[in-house]
Nanobody, 121 residues
Framework: QVQLVESGGGLVQAGESLRLSCVAS????????RGWHRQAQGKQGELVAG???????NYADSVKGRFTISRDNAKNTVYLQMNSLKPEDTAVYYC???????????????WGQGTQVTVSS
């Protein structure tokens, strides 16, 4: 099993920054993809940013130029640097990891518990 522990959420004012962290542990042989998703109250969840094993990144249009996803493979940690935060960024943010426990198993997705980000105007 894989466990994800997120940290770094909180309450900030518009224009400020936050950095989210997500540490993976457990039965990890390889990681295909790591992502940050968010779900605002009453809205559908969305992928905010993702990074592949090769280092390719992708972002939701709404956060391009403001958010940056990065990783530290040695620490099995992925980060989401969020700058110039807006009230519409308010949501619960979840990290995900697509990982395999061995070379013979297909990757499966594990989700973190979520961390609240609230941006006041």
């Amino acid at each position: 099993q894989v466990q994800l522990v997120e940290s770094g959420g909180g309450l900030v004012q518009a224009g400020e920054s936050l950095r989210l962290s997500c540490v993976a542990s457990g039965s990890i042989f390889s990681i295909n993809h790591r992502g940050w998703h968010r779900q605002a109250q009453g809205k559908q969840g969305e992928l905010v940013a993702g990074i592949t094993s090769g280092g390719s990144t992708n972002y939701a249009d709404s956060v391009k130029g403001r958010f940056t996803i990065s990783r530290d493979n040695a620490k099995n940690t992925v980060y989401l640097q969020m700058n110039s935060l807006k009230p519409e960024d308010t949501a619960v943010y979840y990290c995900s990891v697509d990982s395999s426990s061995s070379r013979f198993t297909l990757p499966r997705r594990t989700w973190g518990q979520g961390t609240q980000v609230t941006v006041s105007s």
